[in-house]
């Protein structure tokens, strides 16, 4: 900054160009210099071999993990091209890896579609490498050339033959760049399964050959992913664990430009599962293309029923929620030219595609029902029981605010803190009135409050929402949060519009949440196990927003104390006891065995769980939420079979173990 205003002239202005801009504000390009900004130079790799699967030239890409830190990404794709590029007089490729806004994706006749829409990803990629090593195969020649953080080190040589062509590029990650350097083998793995879904008929093999990441039979951990079925495969395995309704129905149709592919299966739970996409990029947030998807289905819906007489006509329509209530979907669009809210692509904005992808879903999906009645009266009787129990679950939720404001608006059990910032509030909710009773005097409470829970609440999962707001404990902690609940089972805290009714679902608003640190504290043992899944699996289904902005944590009450002398050590379980045997050595241990929170005093709980200074606290997260929603319908669903197997795959794992089949 000048000095003072007449040392402010031209020389004064910087002029960053090229990749020196994406090195000295990484973040602006790729998110993050942490694990997100890490894993998306990856991502903007494996996007271009992707488009080579849409333009059919690609049906196989290998991703690996090397020992030395690198990744590399290989296809049997057309190769980037080589020759001299006619205004820059450099080679094609060593223009597209150093030059912003430059590729093929901005020219329809080489790809239709592309994810790499922004034209900086493989740049980025470059820029952001302490080093990156490109290899194309093409016309029978193998060309190689390799950069350093962005600039070419060496020219593009012709280093060997070979035959058919593709592109293979490796690079290492800048230390200078990225506070964390290691990729996760887990985290890639699950953007390449989705990948296989969406490009179907692609193989995509990822390898590991770290020192240490080694499989079960000792070699290198190795997975493939080849979905041949594509989306139709996709519902297919997102509906894993639970009874459907009927076979996934499925259309395509191209129109105004536009590729719109859909896959929709009912099952018999309660909660819609939508994810939509375009280009193969996960819009996160929705977008026009599902607003259009929403408001065909349930016109689609309402229409079929009242003129099949499964409706009558004074009974209401059904609302866009109980349309998709057990609904497990796919959208798949691919655009030449989308719009998306910021380089995250997480949102698509244009405003033709809702009108587009609304009359694709209309004509085919009103086809469908007209040729399959079996399926269609199925699905019109899903949402007459769907309308019935909200209905109810309206009139329950009325009663719960009434109960609320009629006792001042908290519950008579909570114990409140002083303070009323949410910022510094911290929520225990524990399991038994005798636990919480310890926790109330250990407590600090000017900002930590506490809710005891009586037994074991009711499973979310297999009651409808009538019921589980019936439930003393669930309307407690309702209560107790200030934030409401998601009238609609998403959780996912989005005002969602009827189009039929005119009409909004209830939301859960954090803007009015009390408390930004809202932690469970059960037993140590295989019940308090239980109830931690049973208050999660609320959270997930109606207050998701709760994990994803990471207010919700997990407290680590320990299994034993130990005194040696005048000294008292905690364990927090087996393990953690022979470290302390190992550590305290010869000495005379008395050790007591905690069987549950209320056998500990209130100076045991104060210092071990509740003291931020002290106690071992587990955010809660959701890194994979496909995952996350498979596992909450094996474990706590209505289908048995998910659960057993799970059980039996996974008992060796624990030694002390409770079936709740």
Known sequence: ?????????????QVIKGLEAVRRRPAMYVGSTSERGLHHILYEVIDNSIDEVFAEVCDRINVTLHDDGSVSVEDNGSGIPV??????????VEVVLTILHAGGKFDSSSYKVSGGLHGVGVSCTNALSEWLQVTVIRDGKIHEQRFERGMPVTELEVTGNAK????????????????????????????LRELSFLAGGVQIKMTDEREGHVGEDGKPR??????????????????EGKSVTHKPIHFVREQDGIEAEIAIQYHDGVHENILSYVNAIHTAEGGTHLSGFKTAVTRVVNNYAQESGLRKEKERNFTGDEVREGMTAVISLKHMDPQFEGQTKTKLGNSEVEGVVYSIVYDLLTQYMAENP?????IVRNCVTAAR???????????????????????????????????????????????GGNAKQARNARNQAILPLRGVIINVEKNRLDRILDNAEIQAMITALGAGFSLNGNGNGEEDSDHENGEASSVFDLSRLRYHKIIILADADVDGSHIRTLILTFFYRYMQPLIREGYLYIAQPPLYRVKAGANTYYALDDADLERLRGELGRRRLTVNYFKGLSEMDAHDLADTTMDPDNRVLRQVTIEDAVEADKMISTLMGSTVEPRRDFIRAHAAERRNLDLWA
């Open 1 to 13: 900054m000048a000095t003072n205003k007449r040392d402010y002239t031209a020389k004064s202005i």
């Open 83 to 92: 020759d001299m590029h006619p205004t820059e007089k450099r080679p094609a």
């Open 164 to 191: 058919g062509s593709g592109t293979t590029i490796r690079f290492k990650p800048d230390p200078e760049i990225f506070t964390v350097t290691v990729m996760d083998f887990d985290t890639i793995a699950k953007r």
């Open 222 to 239: 190795q997975e493939v992913f080849h979905h041949k079925g594509g989306i139709v495969e996709y519902v297919t395995f997102l509906n």
């Open 374 to 378: 079996t399926d269609a009266k199925a």
């Open 389 to 435: 129990a909200n209905d109810a679950a309206r009139r329950a939720a009325e009663a719960t605010r009434k109960t609320a404001l009629s006792s001042g608006g908290l519950p008579g059990k909570l114990a409140d803190c002083a303070s009323r910032d949410p910022e510094e509030c911290e929520l225990f909710i524990v399991e038994g009135d005798s636990a």
